[in-house]
T-cell receptor, first 114, second 112 residues
Framework: GEDVEQSLFLSVREGDSSVINCTYT??????LYWYKQEPGAGLQLLTY?????DMKQDQRLTVLLNKKDKHLSLRIADTQTGDSAIYFC??????????????FGKGTKLSVKP | NAGVTQTPKFQVLKTGQSMTLQCAQD?????MSWYRQDPGMGLRLIHY???????DQGEVPNGYNVSRSTTEDFPLRLLSAAPSQTSVYFC???????????FGPGTRLTVL
C-alpha cells in the first residue's frame, strides 16, 4: 500500500535554512502536499506540487521533487521562530485503492531556536 | 467564506455515550472527509464522501458513522464512545477527491 515517511524532529537556529524531507511510495501520478500545524491548531496548506514537476518556489518556501527516488523536500529559507510547528507531507494517489484520499506522513516537528 | 467549520472545539464523553461531531463548508465542495490525529500517528482517514448521498470508509472506520444529506454538511457520529476514540478530529473538504483539501480547526475529544 501507499506510505509516506518523514523524520520526526528537526532543530535549527533562527535565520538558518530548514530542510524537511519526505519519501513516498505511490506510483507516478500523484499530488504531493506540505501542511503546517501550529500547536492546538488545524492544518494549514503551505504548498503543493504535481509529480511531473521538479521544483516549486513560493517566497521563502522551495519544494524539490526527486521522482526517481520518490523523495520530496521542503526548504524554508531564513527560518523564523514563527515557523516552529509540525510539518506534514501528504500525497493523493490518483489511481489504486486509496485514489483521491490524502495519505499523511507522521509529521516533522520543527523547532527554531533564537 | 467561513471555509470549513467544526463544532464543538472540545468535548468530554463517558464510555458508551454517543455524540455527533459537526462539519460544514460553504465553498460548494463535493469532497469531504474526516480524519483523526493521534500522537506519533499522523492523520488517518475515517470516512469520506465524494458528494451528497455518497459515503465510503477510510482507513479506520470502525465505531464511526457518517451521512451526507447535503453538499454543505458532513457529520461524524460516534455510536458508543470508547477511550480508544480519544483523539483530535479534523474535517476537510475539496472541490473533488483529487483537489487540494482544506481543513477545519479540529475537535478535541476525550473519552473517559
Amino acid at each position: 500500500g501507499e506510505d509516506v515517511e518523514q523524520s520526526l524532529f528537526l532543530s535549527v537556529r533562527e535565520g538558518d535554512s530548514s530542510v524537511i524531507n519526505c519519501t513516498y511510495t505511490d506510483s507516478s501520478s500523484t499530488y504531493l502536499y506540505w501542511y503546517k500545524q501550529e500547536p492546538g491548531a488545524g492544518l494549514q496548506l503551505l504548498t503543493y506540487i504535481f509529480s511531473n514537476m521538479d521544483m516549486k518556489q513560493d517566497q521563502r518556501l522551495t519544494v524539490l521533487l526527486n521522482k526517481k527516488d520518490k523523495h520530496l523536500s521542503l526548504r524554508i529559507a531564513d527560518t523564523q521562530t514563527g515557523d516552529s510547528a509540525i510539518y506534514f507531507c501528504a500525497e493523493i494517489p490518483l489511481y489504486g485503492g486509496s485514489q483521491g484520499n490524502l495519505i499523511f506522513g507522521k509529521g516533522t516537528k520543527l523547532s527554531v531556536k533564537p | 467564506n467561513a471555509g470549513v467549520t467544526q463544532t464543538p472545539k472540545f468535548q468530554v464523553l463517558k464510555t458508551g455515550q454517543s455524540m455527533t461531531l459537526q462539519c460544514a463548508q460553504d465553498m460548494n465542495h463535493e469532497y469531504m472527509s474526516w480524519y483523526r490525529q493521534d500522537p506519533g500517528m499522523g492523520l488517518r482517514l475515517i470516512h469520506y464522501s465524494v458528494g451528497a448521498g455518497i459515503t465510503d470508509q477510510g482507513e479506520v472506520p470502525n465505531g464511526y458513522n457518517v451521512s451526507r444529506s447535503t453538499t454543505e454538511d458532513f457529520p461524524l457520529r460516534l455510536l458508543s464512545a470508547a477511550p480508544s476514540q480519544t483523539s483530535v478530529y479534523f474535517c476537510a473538504s475539496s472541490l473533488s477527491e483529487t483537489d487540494t483539501q482544506y481543513f477545519g480547526p479540529g475537535t478535541r475529544l476525550t473519552v473517559l
